[in-house]
């Protein structure tokens, strides 16, 4: 079955340590995203990558980091330096084709705790 | 920069109803694309319907249909036939230059749609 895999499901990190939050699909997609969803609100960017060994900042990439060595996977680390990472993070791909839509799949999410 | 506003925070349904969720949408971009997305309590996100923002037609996807009126910046979805399945949050979001790019979609804070018996 084609898809999107994360893991842990749950994570609990304590404080002051980097964690690193598992994405991989087997989709054949070029384009990844890592989204963060807090409590009542919506999902917002992190990072996205259209390409091997390129990525983009979204709109909350402080205190995270990421890599894309192959096309099936897109780990993201979150650092220290993040404030406030209690949150459920979302891995999501899509192609990357010219004149159509690029619908993004998503992976079932891992949910990191700070204790 | 573009923003999705979701009004409702939740929303009550009786079973084999139909049920309307507001989506407006803020953005001066002329080519976008707007989708729902719905989210049960085990928290994958499932893609249900899209429209782009030159489709003359609104989009239907099985019982889902989305009410776009482009003068007005809404995309509201329409669910049909209310199935006690269909209890979850569901989420409007929109993406500039869709084509040909990575899709950075902007979500808004979801709906909470319950369907009772």
């Known amino acids: 079955d084609g898809g999107i895999t994360q893991s842990p499901k749950y994570l609990f990190r304590k404080e002051g340590q980097n964690v690193t939050l598992s994405c991989e699909q087997n989709l054949n997609h070029d384009a990844m995203y890592w989204y963060r969803q807090d409590p009542g609100q919506g999902l917002r960017l992190i990072y996205y990558s259209q390409i091997v060994n390129d990525f983009q900042k979204g709109d909350i990439a402080e205190g995270y980091s990421v890599s894309r060595e192959k096309k099936e996977s897109f780990p993201l680390t979150v650092t220290s330096a993040q404030k406030n990472p209690t949150a459920f993070y979302l891995c999501?791909?899509?192609?990357?084709?010219?004149?159509?839509?690029?619908?993004?799949?998503f992976g079932p999410g891992t949910r990191l705790t700070v204790l | 920069a573009q923003k999705i506003t979701q009004t409702q925070p939740g929303m009550f349904v009786q079973e084999k109803e139909a049920v309307t969720l507001d989506c407006t949408y803020d953005?001066?971009?002329?080519?976008?694309?707007l989708f729902w997305y719905k989210q049960p309590s085990s928290g994958e996100m499932i893609f249900l319907i899209y429209?782009?923002?030159?489709?003359?037609q609104n989009a239907t996807e099985g019982r889902y249909s989305l009410n776009f009126q482009k003068a007005r910046k809404s995309a509201n979805l329409v669910i049909s036939a209310s199935q006690l399945g269909d209890s979850a949050m569901y989420f409007c979001a929109m993406s500039l230059r869709f084509t040909g790019t990575a899709s950075k979609l902007t979500f808004g804070t979801g709906t909470r749609l319950q369907v009772t018996l």
């Open positions: 999501a791909s899509s192609m990357v084709w010219v004149g159509s839509y690029n619908e993004q799949f």
């Open positions: 953005t001066s971009d002329p080519s976008y694309g």
């Open positions: 429209q782009g923002s030159y489709d003359q």
